[in-house]
């Protein structure tokens, strides 16, 4: 993706979520100099396995795998600082070192517990299948004007006055849910306490970074979470994630311009899958769907919930494209459909017996179309040991033309397995 006139690459999921950004951006980020995440919070697991290890990461930008990249905590994220020393910690242990070469946002927003105790109670009553780490409570105090940012714990006294107005209004709300959890101000005052002092040093003006590294000529990516179905504008509504999960979203949660981004990368399963509830129009049967859960190991890194599964959904990554201007598409899982003679892709959309070519602003539509299948032969080999185009059997390489020529973007990678290696560049 980078060349002399591409510095600034975004990298979005262009489905559901759990495409393979991870590895993607670990892969990408081996000729990158910066990588920042730019929405979302703890939600997101980016799963990457490099040789036999496996490293699963909710909020590091999954760049801090490669000792010579800066990884930035942009401030369109929000920041659950317990989680995020937690996994610093274990990178720490696994040798991987961060010191002078990981920066977090001052403007981004803290998740607290009172958020996850709020979360917890809400999904009672909405049901919309969230990963109850607080991301929406403190997404909506962020737009409340109610939020704590990483900036704020510079002055920790103030901090804690604020700790106290807003732990106060979460027990009032706490109530009105009737959940019968409270939160602690105590307990906040010493999480606050205890993780200042390791925070702060991390707290800068990651846009200005990201910005003087680009004027310096440096590349830079911009990792998003989840994916664009998810985006709370674009995706299914209300069955999505509470940020711009697309690459609109890049620029403002990174902290920088929308001209700066040279070009967006879209991952894509070679199939469809969705944690949480709301409709996935290309769900496969439930034996199919079991088969393709199984081989693609489709658990949440997060939550370890089985994932839905189904088939190439056309429609989804037509939009995907439209609404994210992708550049590229990186087609993830390809050797997860190894085994079978037919794999069946969806075309298009029919409702009500005629076409529908767009995806539908509400779910209550979405949930009445039915897709349009063509059926194309698989290639029954194996394909993890392909490393270029031309080590794929010709029935893979027709599958791939076939969703280039739908989703109506181009090739750039294609993933055949799990570790770094496993990759053909197009
Ligand atoms: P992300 O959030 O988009 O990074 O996705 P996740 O990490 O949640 O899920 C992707 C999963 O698929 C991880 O377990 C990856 O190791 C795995 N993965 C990524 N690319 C491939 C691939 O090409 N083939 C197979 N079999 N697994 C892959």
New binding site residues.
């Given amino acids: 993706m980078f060349d002399p006139k591409t510095h600034c690459v975004v990298v979005v999921?262009a489905q559901w979520?759990?495409?393979?950004?991870?590895?993607?951006?670990d892969v990408l980020a081996e000729r990158a100099d910066v990588v920042v995440r730019y929405q979302g919070g703890a939600n997101?697991?980016?799963?990457?396995?490099i040789g036999e290890e496996?490293f699963?990461l909710h909020q590091i930008p999954?760049g801090i795998l490669h000792q010579g990249c800066t990884c930035l905590v942009g401030n369109g994220v929000v920041l659950d600082p317990e989680t995020f020393f937690t996994e610093l910690d274990r990178l720490h242990d696994r040798g991987v070192t961060t010191s002078g070469r990981l920066f977090v946002s001052d403007r981004a927003h803290l998740v607290m517990p009172y958020h996850k105790l709020l979360d917890a109670a809400s999904e009672k009553s909405q049901q919309l299948g969230t990963t109850g780490r607080g991301i929406g409570p403190t997404y909506e105090d962020k737009y409340g004007r109610r939020g704590i940012r990483v900036g704020d714990l510079r002055h920790l006294e103030g901090a804690c006055d604020l700790l106290a107005s807003r732990v106060e209004r979460a027990n009032q709300l706490l109530a009105v849910m009737g959940a019968a959890e409270r939160a602690s101000l105590p307990q906040h005052i010493e999480l606050l306490e205890r993780l200042a002092p390791r925070l702060v040093p991390l707290a800068s003006d990651t846009g200005l970074l990201v910005h003087r590294a680009l004027r310096d000529g440096r590349r830079v990516l911009l990792e998003g979470?989840?994916?664009a179905l998810l985006d709370v504008d674009h995706g299914t509504y209300p069955f999505v994630t509470s940020s711009n999960t697309t690459a609109g979203g890049a620029a403002v949660g990174a902290g920088i311009g929308p001209t700066a981004v040279d070009g967006v990368l879209g991952?894509v399963?070679a199939y469809t899958t969705r944690v949480g509830n709301g409709p996935l129009p290309t769900e496969a049967t439930a034996g199919a769907g079991e088969e393709l859960r199984r081989?693609?190991?489709?658990f949440?890194?997060?939550t370890g919930r089985p994932r839905r599964c189904g088939w190439f959904d056309a429609t989804v990554v037509r939009y995907s494209v439209r609404v994210n201007g992708l550049t590229g598409l990186a087609v993830?899982?390809?050797?997860?459909l190894d085994t079978f003679s037919e794999i069946p892709v969806g075309t298009a959309y029919e409702m009500d017996g005629g076409d529908c070519e767009e995806m539908p602003a509400e779910v209550r539509m979405l949930e009445r179309v039915k897709p349009r299948y063509e059926v194309l032969p698989g290639w029954r080999k194996p394909l993890?040991g392909a490393r270029r185009l031309a080590d794929l059997p010709p029935e893979a390489r027709a599958y791939l033309d076939r969703l280039q020529d739908l989703a109506g973007a181009p090739i750039r990678y294609?993933?055949?397995?799990?570790r770094r290696d496993?990759?053909i560049e197009v």
């Avoid at 081989?295 to 489709?298: A, Q, V, Y």
């Avoid at 294609?414 to 799990?418: A, H």
Wanted: without cysteine.
């Fill in positions: 999921g979520g759990d495409e393979g950004k991870g590895k993607l951006v997101a697991g980016h799963t990457v396995v496996q699963v999954s979470a989840q994916g991952v399963k081989l693609g190991g489709e949440g890194a997060t993830t899982k390809l050797d997860v993890a294609v993933s055949v397995g799990t496993q990759i």
